[in-house]
């Protein structure tokens, strides 16, 4: 059967879920991007910093399976209005935040908040198309989640370093579109409970995972840590070496890392399309080289604009495979455990999110925070050996 259009795939369901997953992710990168303001303000010191981002990360991996186990149980929409309800009281508790623990405890709801929202939202645009449409649908998701990351460090950007108003004001502001959120979430009226292809299998012939454990799902569970794990690294402490060695102001360190994901508007769905026309697995192997063999480059040539474009390079194709990755998710979870399979797939990335900051930190104490990043290629090589040799999907 014919693949549908971008046309064909939107409705205001899909676009509400995108724009609510950009809401989501908008706090994601906003504490490192500020990392150098909050470093004075709070004096921390790289164990400090390496705590700040460790500790939301294992909270989220703790509750990431109940949080796919209940998604599963009482359905989508209330998850994703409980997620943006998190994420609000996470705003507001950040905006007046007077010590590290507030900070935290404000962060660790904005990273739970993203831990309830992916699996509802990622099985309900999967309930919604046939594999063979799901990559377009999930790249539309996605372009959503990657504007959010984007958002958040270009506010600090805008906020903070160009209005000067202060970041806890920046965290305040994200309030009202968080309200917003949840009215357009309540008028979403059709809510799928199960795949699509379940209805069609016997026309297209295609059928959904018949196990959720396997040796694939274990594997690209594996190639999804080690990614989130170099990312992780890095993040933690790019912002300080972009503006402490490299000589760049909070503004323009904020534009690099808002405008890195900021791609994925454009690769996201692109993505989805070529991931329809070539097969997800093949796909995600050769993008994933590209974007890390420019991430190596970035950090291994020392000058600041080819530092730009290469770093720039990575965003790109990383997102470029993102909506390829969701659709794989899709393929190895059986219909009626899709939120748990989303809830393993982000799973990894959280338990990483959590170690991989500290062992950044440890790093940087020994050998300096360029070490960070010679540690994250090698960490980026083995994750694509991972998947390469390791997945096995159709």
């Known amino acids: 059967m014919k693949q549908k259009s971008y046309s064909e795939i939107?409705?205001?369901?899909?676009?509400?879920?995108?724009?609510?997953?950009?809401?989501?992710?908008?706090?994601?990168?906003?504490?490192?991007?500020?990392?150098?303001?909050?470093?004075?303000?709070?004096?921390?010191?790289?164990?400090?910093?390496?705590?700040?981002?460790?500790?939301?990360?294992?909270?989220?991996a703790l509750l990431s399976i109940p949080m796919g186990l209940l998604s599963d149980k009482i359905g989508a929409k209330k998850m994703i209005?409980?997620?943006?309800?998190?994420?609000?009281?996470?705003?507001?508790?950040?905006?007046?935040?007077?010590?590290?623990?507030?900070?935290?405890?404000?962060?660790?709801?904005?990273?739970?908040?993203?831990?309830i929202y992916h699996p509802a939202s990622y099985s309900f645009t999967s309930f919604l198309f046939e594999p063979?449409?799901?990559?377009?649908?999930?790249?539309?998701?996605?372009?959503?989640?990657?504007?959010?990351?984007?958002?958040?460090p270009l506010s600090i950007s805008i906020l903070?370093?160009?209005?000067?108003?202060?970041?806890?004001?920046?965290?305040?502001?994200?309030?009202?579109?968080?309200?917003?959120?949840?009215?357009?979430?309540?008028?979403?009226?059709?809510?799928?409970?199960?795949?699509?292809?379940?209805?069609?299998?016997?026309?297209?012939?295609?059928?959904?995972?018949?196990?959720?454990?396997?040796?694939?799902?274990?594997?690209?569970?594996?190639?999804?840590?080690?990614?989130?794990?170099?990312?992780?690294?890095?993040?933690?402490?790019?912002?300080?070496?972009?503006?402490?060695?490299?000589?760049?102001?909070?503004?323009?360190?904020?534009?690099?890392?808002?405008?890195?994901?900021?791609?994925?508007?454009?690769?996201?769905?692109?993505?989805?399309?070529?991931?329809?026309?070539?097969?997800?697995r093949k796909w995600v192997i050769a993008t994933s080289i590209v974007s890390y063999t420019s991430f190596a480059l970035a950090f291994i040539i020392p000058r600041n604009n080819i530092f730009i474009l290469f770093y720039l390079a990575y965003g790109f194709f990383n997102l470029f495979s993102m909506a390829a990755n969701s659709a794989i998710t899709a393929k190895l979870s059986p219909s009626k455990q899709r939120g748990l399979g989303f809830a393993l797939y982000f799973l990894p990335g959280s338990i990483m999110g959590a170690i991989a900051p500290m062992i950044a930190a440890y790093i940087a104490d020994m050998w300096g925070i360029y070490s960070v990043f010679l540690t994250s290629i090698v960490v980026y090589a083995a994750a694509w050996a991972v998947f390469t040799l390791g997945v096995k999907v159709d």
């Open 10 to 60: 939107l409705s205001y369901s899909l676009l509400v879920i995108a724009i609510t997953h950009a809401m989501a992710h908008a706090f994601q990168n906003m504490h490192t991007t500020l990392y150098p303001d909050l470093v004075k303000e709070f004096t921390l010191t790289n164990q400090q910093v390496g705590l700040i981002s460790s500790i939301p990360s294992l909270i989220s």
């Open 132 to 152: 063979r449409d799901r990559p377009k649908a999930l790249g539309v998701q996605g372009a959503g989640g990657t504007l959010g990351m984007a958002l958040g």
């Open 160 to 280: 903070v370093g160009i209005l000067g108003l202060g970041w806890r004001k920046a965290y305040v502001a994200w309030i009202i579109p968080l309200l917003l959120g949840i009215v357009a979430v309540w008028y979403i009226r059709y809510i799928p409970t199960s795949d699509d292809e379940d209805k069609t299998s016997k026309e297209s012939g295609e059928y959904g995972a018949s196990k959720l454990w396997t040796t694939s799902l274990f594997m690209f569970l594996t190639f999804g840590g080690l990614r989130t794990m170099a990312a992780s690294m890095t993040l933690t402490f790019l912002s300080l070496w972009l503006v402490n060695t490299r000589g760049m102001d909070l503004t323009l360190s904020g534009i690099i890392i808002g405008t890195s994901s900021l791609m994925g508007i454009v690769a996201s769905p692109l993505g989805g399309i070529q991931a329809s026309k070539y097969g997800e």
């Open 81 to 115: 209005l409980l997620s943006i309800v998190v994420a609000t009281c996470g705003a507001l508790m950040a905006g007046v935040a007077q010590n590290p623990l507030m900070l935290i405890i404000a962060i660790s709801l904005l990273y739970l908040n993203t831990t």
